[in-house]
Each structure stands twice: as C-alpha cells, then as structure tokens.
C-alpha cells in the first residue's frame, strides 16, 4: 500500500514560540496503507508536530505537502477537506446528541459524499450503542467514537493524538486491533501520537521518535527499541512494553 500514491510529507519543520524551539529541522512522511509511530516524552514537541499537519499550528520554517499540494498556509477545516483528519487529547463529542447523531453531524459536512454513519459505527464496535447520548458511553467507547467522527470525513490521512489515554490494558488490546483492522479495511495511512508504548510496538510499521524538538531516531520498532540514544531517552518504558 501507499506505492504511487501522493504522501503527507513535512520536511525541515521547525516552530518557535518567541525563544523557545519546540520543533527544529523535523522531518515525517506517510503514506495510504501505513501505521507511524509518533513518540517522544512529554514535551517533546509530538502535539506541536500533529498540530503544524493538521493546519492548528504555523511553522516558522519547512514546509507541509500531500503530494503536490503545499498545505502551510491552508486552515484546518481546508486541510480536513484535502484529506488529512485528526482527533484530539480531548474527546469533543455533544455528550446529548446520540452516539449516530454525533457521527451523522460530522459527515454534514460533507453531505451526501460522506460514508453512511452505521457503517462507521459498525467499523469501530459501536454499532449496538447507536442510540444512547454520546456522553453516556464509558471513556474508552467515547474515545473510539471521536475516530469514528473523523473517518465521517473520507480521510485519506488520520492523525490520531493519545486514542489511547485512559484506557485499561484491555481497551488498548481491542484499540490495537481495531487499529489494525481500520487500516486493513480502508487502506487509511495512521500517525499515531501515543504514550502507550505496548500499543505503539504493537501495530506500527516505522518508529519517528522526538526529543527535545528534534528527531533522534527513526525506523522499525525493534530497530527503535535497541537504540541506545532512544533507551535513555525513554528511561526503560520500552523495556515495559511487551
């Protein structure tokens, strides 16, 4: 997957905020069919990163493309309709709407074009909770119906922001195979910005590891776990994950 298809590309990006480097000289590519890891401590520049993407964030320097398209000075809502979608830390759900009509307002957007909302539902095991309020569902379904909120947008790139914060280590074993099995389904290209480092290890092809702002490695998940640079950095929580 992903050969001869346009990729997001960010090259040389770099963010300051007044003296302050949270980005310098960052480079990450994706493409359709992927799963990349974003990984870093906290601080590490990951939500600044997924923000410049998603269009929430400028870079003072670098630049951001799908395919030919140059998505620097593009608002979120335009980088959405291009087709690279994220979800957030926090879930942003309307707790009392229902579980569809959360989904069924997202696709509004995009009107008839959108994916049908059941579909959705049933794609992320949410298909018997289609009538109850949003924010009657416990947090680790409420997590998985922001995902199903942004595929309502026809993404061709989803950037997924901690989907796993909060949840049990089974919630992030079923995570791990609906992640597996959404990219499986509809050919998706996956950022995911994640803490849980058994989830990461588990369904990610390519590793992209920050600290302090910069890239200190890259590469396949076992390539990542023996690097030494990376095991200080992370202070044995990649030895945690099995």
């Known amino acids: 997957m992903g050969s001869g298809t346009p990729r997001l590309i960010a090259e040389k990006i770099g963010v300051r905020f007044g003296g302050l480097a949270a980005l310098s000289d960052v480079d990450l590519d994706l493409g359709e069919g992927e799963i990349v890891g974003l990984i870093g401590s906290n601080g590490a520049g990951k939500s600044t990163l997924i923000n410049v993407l998603s269009g929430f964030q400028r870079a003072t320097e670098g630049r951001v493309a799908y395919g030919d398209l140059p998505l620097n000075r593009l608002a979120p809502h335009r980088i959405a309709r291009s087709g690279i979608v994220r979800t957030f830390q926090s879930v942003r759900l309307f707790p009392n709407l229902s579980v569809v009509d959360n989904v069924v307002a997202s696709a509004a957007v995009l009107g008839s074009a959108a994916p049908p909302a059941r579909d959705l539902l049933h794609l992320l095991g ?62 998706l290209g996956l950022l995911l910005v994640e803490h849980n480092m058994a989830l990461v290890m588990a369904v990610c092809e390519r590793l992209v590891v920050l600290d302090g702002g910069r890239v200190i490695a890259r590469g396949a998940p076992q390539e990542v776990r023996t690097n030494p640079v990376v095991r200080r950095a992370f202070l044995g929580s990649l030895e945690a994950a099995t």
Do not use: C, W
Request: neutral net charge; glycine residues 4%; charged residues 25%.
């Open 126 to 187: 949410l298909f018997d909770q289609a009538a109850r309020p949003a924010g009657s569902l416990s947090y680790a379904h409420q997590r998985r119906l922001a995902i199903a909120r942004a595929l309502a947008l026809r993404p061709k790139f989803l950037l997924l922001d901690e989907p796993a914060a909060g949840m049990t280590p089974e919630e992030v074993a079923d995570l791990d195979a609906t992640l597996v099995s959404l990219r499986n389904q509809t050919g």
